[in-house]
């Protein structure tokens, strides 16, 4: 008997906590979160990554001047067009980067360009340096500038 | 409780049908109620599904034997822990496990993404719940029932399998079904992407980070395997080639392909198509995998009873899921199409697909040889089969240049990697390979495979080190930073990478246990107490065994396991030139309610070679249990199995590089740049310290 | 275009070889897998497969074992067509699982070749473990 009782119980509760929803109105969201990434963000943080990849190998000695050079420019070229894909998202109001940074994507834009922001983790550095302070990643994924540095590290 | 068990999955079958038609129609009409509906229902099944489980176990641990599955893998005097293992032991309740598995990572999925990838969900809880409802329909209405009633009860069971009766019961069987259901979910996002039209970056890395889980879960089953094997079926081997084995390999080869082949999607947009491909057929081995067990449709010492009518739904079950990917992908071409070429073929991007094309090559080798029988029948009406001679002629040399490919992976660079370079880089790996394999070959070493493997394996070994050797010298002198720290700080960076590199580290050492294998020593002889045998080992050194006599417990005497009838041990002296170690016993083992005697090994393991004795034959068991002393002579197997023990170390890496590789990281996280740093600096733009 | 070109080599390169291997590998190791009946049927017509190494799936006779001259001996049957039976020697050692006990049914897989004095000379005997099988009702019925 008290089975019975148990089952009827249990499919009425089942019953309840499905369709409750439905009967009151409440939602689960159906649309991209604020804080998730877009398609152009998920792309610019993969080119961003190419480019500390790119520096890692020639650091590595897995690259030539020639061929690292070359690298560097075509996915800084990427790069910026990520980033300005992602601006034109910000202002018309896709992306999820709030409008307070987008002083933080021009920054990083003009960085790239003079070479002293991380590629990697987005930070600031002084204008001499070689390395991130913060992340240690190689400077200098610059686009058609001066590298600041030399080959750096190994002699592989 | 077992009567709320049973009834439990009859409620749960049409709350999974509610669940999937919830989920698709409010993927079709946006409809946010409809979908939170969904997702309830998902843990609405989960739980019922415990009840399920739940009660089956009850069953066991009260000794219900009016239920057929109860009474025909447990008895009164099981162990407890085998009885609650009997949830698993048998076809039936492991249907419910399976099911049990796939809902647990249901609702993980649906817990950990609601707040993340809203635009897929709908459709990855119907397709969950679509499946969740075939295991169920399976469950009710094919005679697996685990709640089926004998119509009497009987005064006891038929008892656990004695080979069944081990830990390693307890523990392979979930890991297997672990990675096996959680291959499910990943399946799920690639059937969302295609319907809901987004095939961009982001179901990429929710479908990576899964499929790395399963395959996590599958490596160490598969494994756990091998070792269960080698320790419990008494003939040194670990790896037969039978049916059941192949099947478990299949999907984790696919998988391991998409691991790699997803990173070319992610940097360079190609390969969409090969990548959908490869989900949905990793999906599909798994259910494969399962059908191979349960039908009995190929002949293996591991497969359940052959029954036809769960071997046909499942068989339609596959073409279905098949048939769904194929429609779906092809109405999506045009949404797939690649938006790069390879540049060159001195790439990582051309290393990967090659990779992938050995791993795919496996694959087919595997599954055309264990369908051979099949085939065959079918084609030409006689059933063929062919057997490990055929999987290793065949796989050995896909391996090989495989783990050589493990090797030039890590040292070309994406998109083009500069000839001078390589040449510079491979010189002193290839040298300390060709130096290993030289070395071997001077000293009498003239087995071509050995030749071969320990030669590749140093030349990749060496590639590895150089690499975690360089990364850790750069970043130590600009960090500052002392060696250690520099290497912990390096491989946290960037998990993806070093994580992969510590995998295939384990995969070498992995192949570098098999090859030892051509050098075990197998001596067969027959010894009465006091005498002794002298095994030499590869290594050089000589064991000496001694053989100083059997004793028994009985039924009454053992303590250790109710349902032991007796347990005939004999005991060896072992000696290494002439140092004397500890003893070794192998033992002959009745159960009550078996009639089959199982043999236990005696193994010593050190970490270059295992010796390993089996206690092959006593010639009148009967009288020797008596302590007869004239039945006391016996016949021992002794082997000595050099780097087998490299297996397991290897397996225990792989899993570690896995779980680098699946620890989440800081990914989105803002990096916030100390207050020292330049004025210019404020809040730092996400991009994620390292990359997975 | 060029690069493709490559590629499409490479893969059909690939290929190639995978099948050679494939198509050797069988063609060398392949066994036929028989059961008892057609294993007798076959060599009644063609003598010279009595050379020929085989795959055979049968039932234990219960009873049928006997020990010596450092052999296994035992009989096997056709589990469908139970009047066909053949006995097998083996001189390995005989798998846990083995049992020629009437109350128990046990399947092995033998491999080897039917000599022409009508023994099969077994070179691997492989039982099935038994309880993989459910027990049937009247089994347990009985006890």
């Not at chain 1, 340096?129 to 590290?153: D, N, T």
């Not at chain 2, 415990?50 to 000794?63: C, E, V």
């Not at chain 2, 030349?459 to 912990?488: H, P």
Request: hydrophobic letters at 45%; proline letters at 4%.
């Amino acid at each position: 008997m008290s089975v019975v009782v148990g089952a009827v119980l249990l499919v009425v509760a089942v019953i309840l906590f499905i369709l409750q929803p439905m009967l009151s109105g409440r939602r689960a969201s159906l649309h991209r979160e604020m804080d998730e990434p877009t398609e152009a963000e998920s792309r610019r943080r993969i080119t961003l990554l190419a480019l500390r990849d790119v520096e890692y190998d020639h650091a590595t000695g897995k690259l030539d001047e020639a061929d690292y050079h070359a690298l560097r420019k075509e996915l800084a070229v990427e790069a910026l067009a990520a980033l300005e894909r992602v601006d034109f998202e910000t202002a018309a109001g896709l992306g999820s980067a709030p409008p307070e940074l987008e002083n933080e994507i021009a920054r990083l834009r003009s960085g790239l360009r003079s070479g002293s922001t991380c590629a990697s983790c987005g930070s600031g550095n002084d204008g001499a340096s070689r390395f991130c302070a913060y992340c240690g990643a190689s400077l200098g994924a610059a686009v058609g500038g001066p590298s600041p540095q030399g080959s750096p590290s190994d002699p592989a | 409780m077992n009567l709320l068990g049973e009834l439990a999955l009859w409620i749960a079958l049409p709350v999974a049908l509610l669940g999937a038609v919830l989920g698709f129609v409010a993927g079709r009409h946006q409809r946010g109620d409809l979908q939170l509906g969904a997702e309830r229902s998902v843990y609405a099944v989960f739980g019922l599904t415990i009840l399920a489980s739940a009660g089956i176990i009850s069953n066991f641990l009260n000794d219900r034997f009016e239920y057929l599955y109860t009474a025909s893998y447990s008895n009164r005097e099981l162990l407890t822990w085998y009885k609650v293992a009997g949830l698993w032991s048998g076809q039936r309740g492991s249907l419910l496990f399976w099911l049990l598995f796939l809902m647990l990572f249901a609702s993980i999925c649906v817990w950990t993404n609601q707040r993340k990838n809203r635009e897929f969900m709908p459709y990855v809880v119907g397709v969950l719940c679509t499946i969740a409802s075939f295991f169920l329909i399976v469950l009710l209405f094919a005679d697996v029932n685990p709640y089926e009633r004998l119509g009497f009860t009987p005064a006891n069971g038929q008892g656990l399998n004695p080979q069944l009766q081990s830990y390693w019961m307890t523990i392979h069987p979930p890991m297997l079904y672990l990675g096996f259901t959680s291959f499910t979910v990943p399946f799920a996002f690639a059937i969302a992407a295609l319907v809901s039209g987004r095939l961009d970056l982001r179901w990429i890395n929710v479908t990576r980070r899964w499929i790395l889980l399963s395959w996590f879960f599958l490596a160490i089953g598969i494994i756990l395997g091998m070792r269960w094997a080698y320790e419990e079926l008494g003939w040194g081997g670990y790896w037969f080639w039978d049916p059941v084995e192949n099947a478990s390999l299949l999907p984790w080869l696919s998988a391991t392909a998409f691991l790699h082949s997803i990173q070319i999607q992610e940097s360079r947009g190609m390969l969409k198509v090969w990548n959908m491909f490869l989900v949905i057929l990793t999906f599909l081995l798994t259910i494969f995998a399962t059908f191979l067990t349960r039908s009995g449709l190929i002949e293996s010492v591991h497969s359940f009873a052959q029954e036809l009518k769960i071997a046909y739904i499942f068989l339609a079950f596959l073409f279905a899921i098949a048939g769904t990917g194929v429609v779906l992908v092809l109405w999506r071409l045009p949404k797939l199409k690649s938006e790069n070429q390879i540049e060159s073929f001195l790439s990582r991007e051309s290393a990967f697909l090659f990779n992938n094309l050995l791993l795919l090559s496996v694959l087919f080798a595997v599954l055309w040889g264990t369908l051979f029988p099949l085939i065959s029948e079918g084609l030409t009406g006689e059933k063929i089969s062919v057997g490990p001679p055929f999987f290793n002629r065949v796989n050995i040399p896909i391996g090989l240049i495989l783990l050589t490919l493990t090797g030039i992976g890590p040292v070309i660079a994406w998109r083009r990697a500069s000839k001078q370079n390589i040449k510079k880089n491979f010189t002193v790996p290839v040298g300390v390979g060709l130096a290993v394999a030289g070395g071997l070959f001077a000293i009498g070493v003239r087995h071509g495979f050995a030749l071969a493997t320990f030669g590749i394996s140093s030349f990749v070994m060496t590639v590895i080190v150089i690499e975690f050797f360089k990364g850790t010298r750069a970043r130590a002198r600009i960090e500052n930073e002392n060696w250690a720290v520099a290497l912990t700080h390096l491989i946290a960076r960037n998990r993806r990478r070093w994580g992969g590199y510590i995998v295939h580290s384990g995969v070498v050492i992995f192949f570098a246990g098999i090859a030892g294998s051509s050098f075990d020593v197998n001596i067969r002889q027959t010894l009465a107490p006091g005498e002794s045998a002298m095994i030499p080992s590869p290594l050089g050194h000589e064991y000496k065994l001694t053989y100083e006599g059997m004793s028994t417990t009985s039924a009454t005497a053992s303590n250790s396991n109710d349902n032991l009838a007796f347990q005939l041990v004999a005991l060896l002296r072992v000696e290494k030139n002439g140092k004397v170690l500890r003893n070794l016993t192998t033992e002959k083992r009745g159960y009550i309610a078996q009639n089959q005697p199982t043999t236990e090994v005696g193994i010593r393991s050190s970490f270059l070679e295992d010796l390993y004795v089996i206690l092959s034959d006593v010639p009148d068991i009967r009288r020797a249990i008596m302590n007869e002393p004239d039945a006391q002579t016996a016949t021992f197997t002794f082997m000595v199995n050099p780097l087998v023990g490299w297996i397991w170390y290897g397996g225990m890496i792989v899993a570690i590089g896995g779980l680098i590789g699946l620890w989440p990281s800081g990914a989105g996280a803002l990096v916030r740049a100390p207050a020292v740093a330049s004025a210019r600096i404020s809040k730092p733009v996400p991009v994620g310290a390292a990359d997975c | 275009m060029p690069k493709n070109g490559r590629f499409l080599v490479g893969l059909v390169g690939v290929a190639a070889v995978v099948t050679y291997l494939i198509w050797t590998g069988v063609s060398q190791t392949m066994q036929y897998y028989m059961t008892p009946s057609e294993l007798v049927a076959k060599v009644s017509v063609d003598p010279s497969f009595h050379e020929v190494g085989v795959k055979v799936g049968g039932r234990i006779v219960s009873g049928s074992y006997r020990k010596g001259g450092g052999l296994h001996g035992f009989t096997v049957e056709d589990p469908e067509q139970l009047s066909v039976t053949f006995p097998v020697e083996y001189r390995g050692d005989l798998p846990d699982t083995f049992s020629d006990r009437p109350e128990m049914i046990v399947d092995a897989v033998l491999e080897g070749r039917f000599r022409a004095d009508g023994v099969f000379d077994a070179t691997t005997v492989l039982t099935k473990c038994g309880s993989r099988y459910e027990a049937s009702p009247e089994a347990l019925r009985a006890g």
